[in-house]
């Protein structure tokens, strides 16, 4: 009799290059690479980022739980079963670890505990290294 998979846990799930990732490092403006690439969880934790630090904080609710969601589409297609680390060392999981970052600040901010509880540890679950780099420490 064998046993089958890793006894230690699921294997980290690493995304690919976001494409939206060359666009956002020329400095082009978020909004316009969010529309040209909609399922760039960097693209929308960019715009949350930004309208968090401009105290829009519903704005950036809406963009980090886009986010969020298209992070969540992205991790299920490179075969993340619902647990298990994303690791924030691999470049590509920062823009899916970013959103969940910033969906917590912004649900925090409005007074939804809960979202912002689950968020904090949904974070520290992915990579516990993830609330410290993102200053939720």
Not at 14 to 34: F, I, M, N, S, T
Not at 47 to 63: Q, S
Not at 71 to 89: E, I, T
């Amino acid at each position: 009799m064998s046993l089958e998979g890793n006894l230690l846990g699921p294997e980290p799930t690493l995304l690919p290059v976001d494409p939206a990732a060359a666009a956002l490092d020329r400095g082009e403006d978020p909004a316009e690479v969010a529309a040209a690439h909609p399922a760039s969880s960097l693209a929308w934790a960019v715009l949350a980022e930004g309208a968090l630090d401009e105290g829009r904080t519903i704005t950036a609710y809406a963009y980090a739980r886009t986010g969020y969601h298209r992070g969540l589409d992205r991790l299920r297609r490179s075969g993340w079963k619902g647990f298990g680390p994303v690791p924030w060392s691999h470049e590509p999981n920062q823009g899916f670890l970013r959103a969940l970052a910033a969906l917590h600040r912004a649900a925090a901010a409005i007074g939804e505990a809960d979202e912002a509880e689950r968020c904090r540890v949904f974070l520290a679950d992915s990579d516990p290294a993830a609330p410290a780099a993102l200053g939720l420490s």
